[in-house]
């Protein structure tokens, strides 16, 4: 199952580029324009971001599935339970953090709202880097 491996490294390296984008660019400029026009600014933001984290996203868990069951020799047990782990906080971020701030964003601007969205999203940078980081040492060894 290398082919499921190597899927994997590139689908969670393609989010961890594009969640060190998010947190760092993305984010702080959102909190700041969602003043302007929240439900537009909202809108956007999930209609433009789906098309690229849907993919990534949906790759990211099949193959992670794929590597509990069906992993390289290569590949410790361990660290395909330590990878999916990862992945699991940076998913329940996203739909138990994220998601919800982004609804409430979208009703109206609250510029604490936006801090929690910007602040809270360092869970899923780390995760999502925690995981690169695993698999490219399965890669590696």
Do not use: C, K
Request: charged share 10%; hydrophobic share 60%; aromatic share 8%.
């Amino acid at each position: 199952m290398m082919t499921a491996l190597v899927v994997s490294t590139a689908a969670t390296w393609s989010m961890v580029g594009l969640i060190w984008m998010v947190q760092i660019v993305h984010y702080p400029m959102l909190a700041t324009y969602s003043a302007l026009a929240p439900a537009t600014a909202a809108a956007d933001h999930q209609r433009r971001i789906s098309w690229i984290v849907g993919p990534l996203m949906a790759a990211e868990g099949a193959t992670a599935l794929i590597l509990l069951v069906d992993r390289p020799e290569t590949m410790p047990a361990w660290s395909a339970w330590l990878a999916a782990g990862w992945l699991a906080v940076a998913l329940l971020s996203t739909v138990l953090v994220q998601v919800p701030l982004h609804a409430q964003l979208a009703e109206h601007h609250d510029s604490g709202v936006a801090q929690r969205l910007v602040r809270g999203n360092w869970f899923r940078t780390v995760a999502w880097t925690a995981r690169g980081l695993v698999l490219a040492w399965v890669l590696a060894t």
